[in-house]
């Protein structure tokens, strides 16, 4: 099979967007590329055409790529729903919720089978595969376990390049402690280093690269400089750097940091737009002066509801509410929304009812069977958004049942209701996912917001920032420029 893969010396060095650049760099070419991830551990997810639920990290370079993404990409996801419990996802759809260690004891055997049969689908249709690996392949506690670095590498059989983030210091140490604990024959498949988010003189760095190489026998494939990139973050280690107030920050939206908070990726356009101050509220001291609320996904809603009210939040988000503050919710947000919650059959958690934050007219039920679909539709509420044609995924298993006096917030393309609204518009919630993806509906909503505070309207264009695609292009090109392509290319036999 031809590919190659991108290990890191921990998590959060940059494979994911190494990946993707690579993955357009290839398209470019004019090769019919694939991403692959064998097991991915996070909470941020995407769903494919068929409503399969892979990691958002394979779905991104599958777009960059310029593919349609398929659960092949990402045979396993791990959704963790506690410290020590996750979901397990397989080929897209539900498989089990295991504990940590009864998940490690099934790995080398009933686990890798669908890794095995992902790679061997992949390898007949595309020309070659942008592998990612997972946190680091030095964990010797799960040497004999680990299925999504080495392992990959082996069933693949591709060449490894080495990803190490000088940032966050001792890059030297990383990269030669990660490569003395590898096995032999490990080691020997890593054929290339390159180091990440350097910032600074690179003359100056120039003699510590000189003695990687000869300490390692192994090339520096090149120094990647520090860089804002606009692509969706794999997990929720990126969430510490997404906050974004600038100068002249005249909107400030207020994110409820919940602790198994899903999907944050829905609230990168907010961090975009002009004028717009996006932070993440974790504690009632970071509280401030917000303009607009929101209440985000959540793998565990009634969980992280309970940790709502423990931390005084809930109490302070219905202030906020009676005080005339906007309110919205997305997915796990829209329940807590609700009058009341349910989960009489342990669906979700141990808790089996629960008062909501009662902002909306629904009440809500989490039953067996994940709903994970593709949606679009247009926003039927009277006030600053109607007629607004939106688009996004759903990914939940609570069931709304609209009470009396409800209004539903958007009528999907099947002629469903979906969400809720109250108040003209100042507070709504719905399950959609991705809804801020839509300019024309971000547009209106930032305005509606702005026309509250007397600030002067946004033109919708101030919003539109570059597309995906050359979002995709740009970060090829600069990846290119910064790494030694001929050689990358001799590690995987073609000559220029």
């Excluded at 055997?109 to 669908?114: A, D, N, S, T, Y």
């Excluded at 829209?334 to 349910?342: G, K």
């Excluded at 009662?358 to 926003?379: M, N």
């Excluded at 919003?463 to 050689?487: F, K, N, P, Q, T």
Aim: hydrophobic share 40%.
């Amino acid at each position: 099979m031809r590919g190659l893969m991108f290990q890191g010396t921990s998590s959060d060095v940059g494979k994911s967007v190494l990946a993707t650049a690579f993955c357009r760099l290839f398209a470019d070419k004019g090769y019919r590329v694939a991403p692959f991830k064998a097991q991915n551990m996070a909470l941020n997810s995407y769903v494919t055409v068929d409503g399969g639920e892979i990691g958002r990290s394979q779905g991104v370079q599958a777009e960059a790529a310029g593919v349609e993404a398929e659960t092949d990409m990402n045979p396993i996801l791990l959704k963790p729903k506690g410290d020590r419990i996750a979901e397990v996802i397989v080929h897209g759809r539900h498989y089990a919720d295991m504990q940590a260690g009864e998940y490690q004891a099934r790995t080398r055997g009933e686990m890798l089978e669908p890794v095995r049969a992902s790679l061997a689908r992949l390898k007949q249709r595309y020309d070659l595969l942008v592998i990612e690996g997972a946190g680091s392949p030095a964990e010797v506690n799960l040497r004999e376990r680990e299925i999504v670095n080495m392992q990959t590498a082996k069933l693949a059989d591709v060449p490894v390049i080495l990803v190490a983030d000088i940032d966050r210091g001792g890059v030297f140490a990383s990269i030669v402690g990660t490569l003395d604990i590898l096995e032999p024959d490990e080691r020997a498949r890593v054929q290339g280093l390159i180091i990440n988010k350097f910032r600074g003189d690179l003359n100056l760095l120039r003699p510590g690269l000189d003695w990687l190489e000869e300490r390692t026998g192994i090339p520096v494939l090149g120094v990647l400089p520090f860089r804002e990139i606009a692509i969706d973050p794999e997990d929720s280690l990126a969430l510490g750097g997404l906050d974004k107030k600038g100068p002249e920050a005249e909107v400030e939206i207020a994110v409820i940091r919940l602790p198994r908070i899903s999907n944050f990726t829905d609230f990168l356009p907010l961090s975009r737009v002009p004028g717009a101050c996006l932070r993440y509220v974790g504690k009632l001291e970071e509280w401030g002066n917000p303009d607009a609320v929101i209440l985000p996904g959540t793998k565990n809603t009634m969980e992280d509801f309970r940790w709502l009210r423990e931390t005084g939040l809930a109490e302070r988000v219905a202030l906020y509410h009676q005080e005339g503050g906007p309110v919205a919710g997305i997915c796990g947000g829209y329940q807590m929304m609700a009058r009341r919650l349910t989960d009489p059959e342990g669906v979700e958690s141990t808790i089996p009812e629960v008062e909501g934050l009662g902002l909306l007219p629904v009440d809500l039920s989490f039953r067996p069977g994940k709903r994970t679909v593709r949606a679009e539709g247009e926003v039927c509420a009277d006030g600053w958004a109607s007629g607004v044609r939106v688009k996004g995924y759903e990914i939940h298993l609570g069931r709304a049942s609209f009470l009396k006096g409800h209004q539903p917030f958007l009528r999907l393309a099947d002629g469903k209701p979906e969400g809720a609204v109250e108040r003209d518009g100042e507070v709504w919630g719905t399950h959609l996912h991705g809804i801020f993806d839509n300019t024309p509906f971000l547009f209106h909503w930032i305005n509606h917001l702005r026309r509250r505070k007397g600030l002067h309207p946004l033109e919708e264009q101030a919003m539109r920032g570059r597309s995906r695609s050359e979002i995709y292009a740009d970060l090829a090109v600069w990846v290119g420029e910064h790494l030694d392509m001929e050689r990358i290319d001799g590690m995987m036999g073609w000559e220029r």
